[in-house]
């Protein structure tokens, strides 16, 4: 009886770890769709990836909201030409994912911005739709 106690919450954790990890590869795969979307001006795919009640908050302060982005990628205003992620940590709560990463975005050849970057992503029927993004520019 004392290893059924030890082992079923040991049995628990590891379906819970899994499952954390397969949603990580999840989030992971939309964050490339994301960034493709952004750099192509797909805005296809970034109106199903972006929420309605988006805000998206720029490394200059700047705010935006669903309706903003679509119409700066529409119009060419939001000239990507690059975007890297680097070290990004996921966090995962319940229907919800917190991905803080490092984002180098490549406006020109020689204008490149260096941030750190906090995604915050919500699971819906249609799938993972990017709720808020606050952006922090890194000194040189």
Not at 5 to 25: G, H, M, R, S
Not at 96 to 123: G, P, Q
């Amino acid at each position: 009886m004392k290893k059924l106690f030890w082992i079923l919450p040991a049995a628990v954790a590891l379906v819970f770890a899994a499952n954390d990890q397969k949603t990580e590869k999840e989030i992971l795969s939309v964050m490339d769709t994301y960034k493709d979307a952004m750099i192509r001006n797909d805005a296809a795919v970034l109106d199903k990836l972006l929420g309605e009640d988006l805000t998206f908050v720029h490394s200059g302060g700047q705010q935006e909201h669903k309706a903003d982005v679509l119409k700066n990628v529409t119009t060419g205003k939001n000239v990507i030409i690059r975007m890297k992620f680097t070290d990004p940590s996921v966090h995962v709560y319940g229907n919800t994912a917190l991905v803080k990463c490092r984002v180098d975005l490549w406006h020109s050849e020689t204008n490149i911005v260096h941030m750190d970057v906090l995604h915050a992503w919500v699971k819906s029927p249609g799938g993972w739709q990017l709720v808020a993004r606050q952006a922090t520019r890194l000194t040189q």
